[in-house]
DNA sequence: CACAATACGGAACGCTGTTCCGTTTGGCAA
DNA sequence: TTGCCAAACGGAACAGCGTTCCGTATTGTG
């Protein structure tokens, strides 16, 4: 018995491993907008100053890679809601997050060819996505019904598959919500 | 002016081209429906008994040789409506030619892809699928609607379009529509 | 300071879509 | 029937992709 039962030492990873693990992920964002989610990977690595050999050790393949990407977005729409509540009056607040959901979903026409392309690496990213923006627009939404601004009785996850599913077309070219999704908002008002 | 003004013989195609033209498309179903719609273009001219050089003479590349498959099999599964109500009651024409329909938006997983996908190969899919399937089950359900077997009143292009997203989700194994499917023919139904 | 363990870079591999060109063939004119 | 040539063919060749492999460099520790 010289072997620990659970005793698998964790043993932190190198600093200059950390350090590309994080390079290789911000440069992917910077590729995919430039060059959409089919950019070579070879020009990922080149982004991040950095040889392919080192991207394949810290995913194990592009899509993870384009899983993970997509991942730290969402997460990072998601902390938006709260910044934004934290700056601004309720409805203007669910109004700029809405503004940020809808240029998430559209710029990123490789999420909706993700989440149908049946490949493993994307099987987590539906729940991760209602997981992290479903409370996040719930937050929103409730404190816009507090502060009188727009109706209750709306479900949460029904309006942020509905402001998806009408981003997904017609992608306006300012960055701003389509007619469609600012008519949905509108509907959500008060008079 | 030796150059007659409008007069560019026709010139027919050679019978070799006509038949090898035919060949492809039907391998490429075959092979589509064997391996996915990924499979490699030397898969497909294999399967037709050609060279890889012969599938691109006649399709200027592997995107236009999907759409012309996806093309044919609209149109076959536009003709199936008139032969179904030629040899059966309405109501059973109806759920026979949604079954069918529903094993082909089921099997065929690379359509949805395709129409997402903004390949100009795919742009006037929609269109056709629109053009050629709309009638058809309009005039499933007219006779329906006669026969006094549904309700009247339904609009056959939403009908289609709902059915071809309930099919996208949970493929029943043998083919047959999905429960989601059967539910909405069943509340077509009179009682 | 030495020495593993860990991580790195980039050449190499296998597979893909597409092009190119020397060879073959179908159909018309003589 | 025969001869010809535009039309069509097959498949080697090319460029680009994802992924693997391995000799080399770096990091942290006793």
Redesign the pocket.
């Given at each position: 018995m010289s072997v620990e039962p659970a005793a698998v030492a964790p043993?932190?990873?190198?600093?200059?491993?950390a350090?590309?693990?994080a390079a290789l992920l911000a440069a992917a964002r910077v590729v995919f907008a430039r060059s959409g989610v089919?950019?070579?990977?070879?020009?990922i690595a080149a982004e991040a100053?950095?040889?392919?050999?080192?991207?394949?050790?810290?995913f194990?393949?592009?899509?993870e890679l384009v899983a993970a990407v997509f991942t730290t977005e969402i997460d990072a729409t998601a902390v938006a809601a709260t910044e934004l509540l934290n700056e601004l009056p309720p409805g203007e607040a669910l109004d700029r997050w809405v503004e940020r959901f809808t240029r998430f979903v559209a710029t990123k026409q490789g999420l909706s060819a993700a989440l149908i392309s049946g490949d493993p690496a994307f099987e987590s990213l539906p729940a991760h996505l209602i997981a992290k923006l479903g409370p996040a627009i719930r937050m929103l939404l409730d404190a816009a019904v507090d502060a009188g601004d727009v109706r209750s009785g709306v479900d949460p996850i029904q309006l942020l598959q509905a402001i998806g599913d009408l981003s997904h077309r017609a992608p306006s070219a300012d960055g701003s919500p389509n007619a469609m999704v600012r008519l949905l908002l509108d509907g959500l008002r008060l008079r």
């Open positions: 043993r932190r990873p190198r600093s200059d491993a350090h590309n693990s089919d950019a070579p990977a070879r020009e100053g950095v040889g392919v050999g080192t991207l394949y050790r810290h194990p393949n592009r899509a």
